[in-house]
């Protein structure tokens, strides 16, 4: 079973309590209404999908509710490290 | 002619038990007479002014019927007259869910045994006392060590059937 840290709870913890919440590090537009359609859709659909270390949001779902961040190599799916949300990119 | 039993099971036929059982070092009841809450606040100074009391900051600690789950959430289980203040007007939550969830408890030698057979956490290095929000098979529960031999599961109500099933399943096999 893959074992996932929760930053929050300080555990790593089963995977099947944690839910995936797509690439990382994308922030809302502020002002969307500025945005040109290219923009809108560049924001509501592109995604890097690197090959090796992806920056991620995962949520502990079933334990402390939380979204944080995760590294993760999409190749090995190996989890290189977790950091609570708001924390600059790693 | 043989006899072929069912084993088809329906939902239907499911029900929750009403008087607890025993069996292979196992004790299944269900906890009666309790009130529940669940308390959110992004401050638990805030939410300890409005308790008048401590609440555990640390993810899984439990102080006197208070689980601290997450960051900013605590579950409440306490004896049916206690009536918790809402703190109105305050940056905090108190809900009253008593209505929502069931608690089965588990106790004897087998019943860390029965928990293990659908729960991926290792609930042997669970210290007593602790608590916490996890899944058995895939049913949402919040898991509570009241003793060495002690569990107190939190189930949603309309999963307490299927739970009660389960656990019921399970005791055979429990040692």
Known sequence: MLLIHCPYCDEARPEVEFAYGGEAHIARPVDPSTYSDEQWEEFLYIRSNPRGRHHERWRHTHGCGRFFNAVRDTVSDVFETTYKAGEARK | ?175
């Open chain 2, 1 to 175: 002619m043989v006899e072929i039993a069912e084993i088809a099971v329906s939902a239907a036929e499911l029900k929750l038990g009403t008087e607890p059982v025993q069996g292979a070092g196992v004790r299944l009841s269900l906890a009666e007479g309790k009130v529940r809450y669940s308390m959110r606040a992004r401050d638990p100074k805030v939410l300890e002014g409005v308790l008048g009391r401590e609440v555990p900051k640390r993810i899984g600690g439990t102080d006197a019927g208070i689980a601290c789950l997450g960051p900013d959430e605590w579950y409440v289980v306490l004896p049916d007259n206690f009536d918790l203040p809402r703190g109105e007007g305050l940056p905090v939550s108190v809900v009253d869910v008593s209505s929502r969830a069931l608690g089965l408890v588990l106790e004897g030698p087998g019943a860390l045994a029965v928990l293990c057979s659908g729960c991926p956490l290792d609930l042997a290095k669970m210290g007593v006392g602790r608590a916490t929000r996890t899944v058995f098979e895939t049913v949402e529960v919040v898991i509570w060590r009241e003793a060495e031999d002690r569990w107190h599961v939190e189930v949603w109500r309309s999963f307490a059937t299927w739970l009660w099933n389960a656990f019921l399943a399970a005791m055979p096999d429990a040692k």
